[in-house]
């Protein structure tokens, strides 16, 4: 049996080194036969990008095409896609690995990349540098001798296409990888603006009115970025996204595909289960396969989650934990059921806030291959979507990962709320909000015995994020040790909170309504409050704190 060309990305290589490949030779004629001079085809990750990109490169390349790689496959008997083969000079660069913390490293990053590329051909381009105007000369010398400034280097693609086509006395191809990866570390690290700019510029000088020296220029990514952020004005781009039929059967694997796969490794039985696990995207109409995990699969022989710890997904983790309605819907995409959502294929990075908008959200589900559509149609300008999760996969996905991205958001934003309403004195929302976190949060196991220090330790846990407040536990005051008490570290004038926590004794059968006039008879009887006053704070909220299980219940007492 072949190898399996799991993380292989080069072309060469595969076929060389007898991979097992399903041929996926026709994206080139494709290519070629789109009317389009630029093609932005973007996909989820790991569905075969880069290795598509390194066979184009291979194909059309002038100095690295080699006919002999496509001997056994489908292109090779159209003998009109064959023409272009080892014919042009390529410009190819990949981002997937330009993911820095600050701008500055990230325009160094690119920077190395444009030098090799313009490395790569110094030879031949100085054969015909007397040939060239005096202004372009100078602007290649000082890429060359590491000496452009960044204005050079947005332009280095435009001059680089007009000397390979002079040098090769052919139009160059432009293939370029990943474009989105530096603008989605740049949204993330928060100089999204900045690269924004670069890549307005850069791109735009190499794909916009270059037809004097542009053939051909195809784009990968995981989203197509606001043509108004990065492609602006650029009227020749074709772009094919997951809700379009042009190239998709090109990415991932479709269900003949996989048979034949499974088939040739002695795996045909597992069908059925390897399509509930890794089937399910949709590509315009078409069905297709994981193709990591199916390569995985194969490899391991045994069904795992290979696919979601491939990326860091922090974008995805940024929209969830920031969406106020996500939690329900995840309750019913769970289920099994289906939700119907605006998807935007244009998505739009433009500020922070963004992430609050749910059509974002979904969009980025979509298209990063969390979520598939059932159907889909066409609205006053918009994609209406029905969507669900694709396959047993992505559910784990959604159950494990995502699960707990909300739970951590879901307490954020509600520690935030509680602690707000206890030092604002509002505490009927204070009872409910505590009463979710009890709730959400304690397992049965650890108050299951109503274990008083359980919840004072839980409790005392969440008031530690009042910044500005001392928090004073288990101290003398008056005729007793309080419980919990709060006071404003700087403002006498905030309410000075005292909180005399209960568990309901269950072997006395005692009530809730008798826990609370305890909690609250023993605040009177033992003075608590005398701590504070003598403190020199007078607006004070006492109130008994009563627990049975995972409810909760408060009662105030009166001053």
């Known amino acids: 049996m072949k190898k399996l060309p799991i993380g292989l990305s080069d072309f060469k290589e595969l076929i060389e080194e007898n991979y097992y490949y399903i041929d996926k030779s026709e994206l080139i ?16 990750r790991r569905f075969g990008k880069t290795l598509n990109l390194s066979m184009l490169n291979y194909f059309f390349s002038k ?10 496959l489908k292109i090779y008997k159209n003998q009109e896609a064959m023409s272009h083969c080892s014919r042009y000079p390529i410009i190819y660069i990949t981002f997937k690995d330009v993911k820095e913390g600050s701008f500055k490293q990230t325009l160094e990053s690119i920077k190395f990349l444009i030098d090799k590329e313009f490395s790569r051909y110094q030879k031949k381009i100085d054969t015909i540098l007397d040939t060239i105007d005096i202004v372009d000369r100078k602007h290649y010398k ?7 400034s960044d204005v050079d280097y947005k332009k280095a693609f435009k001059l680089l296409s007009k000397l390979l086509t002079i040098a090769y006395n052919q139009k160059c191809i432009v293939l370029i990888d990943e474009y989105d990866t530096p603008i989605q570390t740049g949204f993330l690290e928060g100089y999204y603006k900045e690269i924004v700019g670069f890549f307005k510029t850069f791109m735009g000088a190499v794909l916009k009115d270059n037809d004097k020296y542009l053939y051909k220029a195809v784009l990968t990514g995981i989203l197509r970025v606001s043509k ?21 059967s090109r990415f991932g694997f479709t269900p003949s595909e996989v048979k034949n796969m499974l088939k040739d490794y002695n795996l045909s039985s597992d069908f059925k289960e390897v399509e509930k696990w890794y089937n399910g995207y949709r590509i315009g109409e078409y069905t297709i396969y994981n193709p990591w995990s199916i390569l995985n699969f194969v490899d391991n022989k045994r069904f795992d989650v290979y696919w979601a710890n491939t990326s860091s997904n922090e974008i995805i983790k940024t929209l969830v934990e920031n969406s106020e309605d996500f939690r329900k819907d995840l309750e019913i995409l769970l ?39 059932i159907s889909k149609k066409f609205v006053e300008g918009e994609w209406v979507c029905r969507l669900s999760i694709v396959n047993l996969e992505c559910h784990y996905i959604f159950r494990k990962v995502i699960a707990d991205w909300i739970t951590d958001s879901f307490s954020s934003r509600k520690l935030r709320i509680l602690l707000k309403a206890l030092v604002d004195g509002d505490l009927r929302l204070f009872e409910r909000i505590f009463s979710e976190f009890v709730r959400d949060t304690l ?7 109503n274990v008083e220090s359980v919840y004072h330790a839980f409790l005392l846990g969440l008031l530690v994020n009042l910044n500005d407040y001392e928090i004073i536990s288990n101290q003398e005051a008056g005729y007793g040790r309080v419980d919990i008490i709060l006071v404003h570290k700087k403002d006498k004038s905030r309410p000075a909170i005292v909180m005399e926590l209960k568990t309901i004794d269950e072997f006395e059968e005692e009530t809730k309504e008798k826990a609370l006039l305890s909690a609250i008879n023993q605040i009177k009887e033992k003075e608590y409050i005398s701590l504070v006053k003598k403190r020199g704070y007078y607006n004070i909220i006492a109130f008994g704190v009563v627990f049975d299980g995972k409810r909760v219940w408060v009662k105030t007492v009166s001053t």
């Open 443 to 449: 397992s049965f196991y650890d108050v299951g015995k």
């Open 63 to 72: 100095d690295e095409g080699e006919e002999g790689l496509f001997k056994d």
């Open 29 to 44: 004629s494709e290519i070629i036969e789109s009317g389009a001079k630029t093609i932005l085809i973007p996909r989820p």
């Open 228 to 248: 108004e952020s990065i492609f602006s004005d650029l009227n020749n781009i074709k772009v094919y996204t997951l809700l379009d039929n042009g190239f998709a």
């Open 142 to 148: 000082r890429i060359i001798n590491q000496e452009a």
């Open 335 to 373: 289920r099994g059921e289906s939700v119907e959502k605006v998807i935007n294929p244009n998505i739009t990075f433009r500020d922070r806030d963004f992430h609050f908008k749910e059509e974002m959200l979904y969009s980025f589900l979509f298209f990063s291959g969390y979520l598939k559509y």
